[in-house]
Nanobody, 123 residues
Framework: VQLQASGGGLVQAGGSLRLPCAASGGTFSSYNMGWFRQAPGKEREFLAS????????YFTDSAKGRFTISRDNAKNTVYLQMSRLKPEDTAVYYC?????????????????WGQGTQVTVSS
């Protein structure tokens, strides 16, 4: 499967963005999906995951309460809805896929990555 994230841009603090990640070339519904981000000079950070069915989600503390993850298997797309954005959310955001079993994928299991999309939050 190939992944392509989009939807990034410049937004003011307190605003919202929705990032879609479109999948192609594989059976999207057989993958757990995750979102990560990487800010300049920092390590990549795991944010959220969603299982194949869309029933089970997980959020790290950085994402909990402000971000939601969802998927539309008919459209082969996973989404990251971000609200109440802060300048510290500025980063390149990546979607990733894990074809392994289970309803949760540990961050190190993701082995298919899309190109990132830049999100910049101004103060």
């Amino acid at each position: 499967v190939q992944l392509q994230a989009s939807g990034g841009g410049l937004v003011q603090a307190g605003g919202s963005l929705r990032l879609p990640c479109a999948a192609s070339g594989g059976t999207f519904s057989s993958y757990n999906m995750g979102w990560f981000r990487q800010a300049p000079g920092k390590e990549r950070e795991f944010l959220a995951s969603i299982d194949r069915s869309g029933k089970y989600t997980y959020f790290t503390d950085s994402a909990k309460g402000r971000f939601t993850i969802s998927r539309d298997n008919a459209k082969n797309t996973v989404y990251l809805q971000m609200s109440r954005l802060k300048p510290e959310d500025t980063a390149v955001y990546y979607c990733a896929a894990d074809g392994g079993s289970g309803t949760y994928s540990y961050p190190n299991r993701y082995n298919v990555w899309g190109q990132g999309t830049q999100v910049t939050v101004s103060s």
